[in-house]
Nanobody
Framework: QVQLRESGPGLMKPAQTLSLTCTVS?????????WSWIRQAPGKGLEWMGV???????YYSPLFGGRTSISRDTSKNQFTLQLSSVTPEDTAVYYC??????????WGQGTQVTVSS
């Protein structure tokens, strides 16, 4: 069974760089599929942030103005999101997910990130 689990700080200050890690079990991030970060701000819909493929290639949503970066640690079967220069508008629940055929089929439980001074 594929399982994903997000981890990272729950509270950030403006201008800091957010770093969230997704630990995957039940599947290898280097074998197949793609792995994505998605967030949902209060009262808003899901917002796709970026993806890293099983080959390590990355693609990011242009809506974040180049603030996003996704990397991976294949020895730990983890992939990490970095979001720079956070503002209160980045307050959201952040999810990691596996992407298959352009759809997220397995999701983590989500982690709340609050940006506040």
């Amino acid at each position: 069974q594929v399982q994903l689990r997000e981890s990272g700080p729950g509270l950030m200050k403006p201008a800091q760089t957010l770093s969230l890690t997704c630990t995957v079990s039940g599947a290898s991030i280097t074998t197949n599929y793609a792995w994505s970060w998605i967030r949902q701000a209060p009262g808003k819909g899901l917002e796709w942030m970026g993806v890293i493929s099983y080959t390590g290639g990355t693609y990011y949503s242009p809506l974040f103005g180049g603030r996003t970066s996704i990397s991976r640690d294949t020895s730990k079967n983890q992939f990490t999101l970095q979001l720079s220069s956070v503002t209160p508008e980045d307050t959201a629940v952040y999810y990691c997910a596996r992407v298959r055929d352009w759809r997220a089929d397995y999701w983590g439980q989500g982690t709340q990130v609050t940006v506040s001074s």
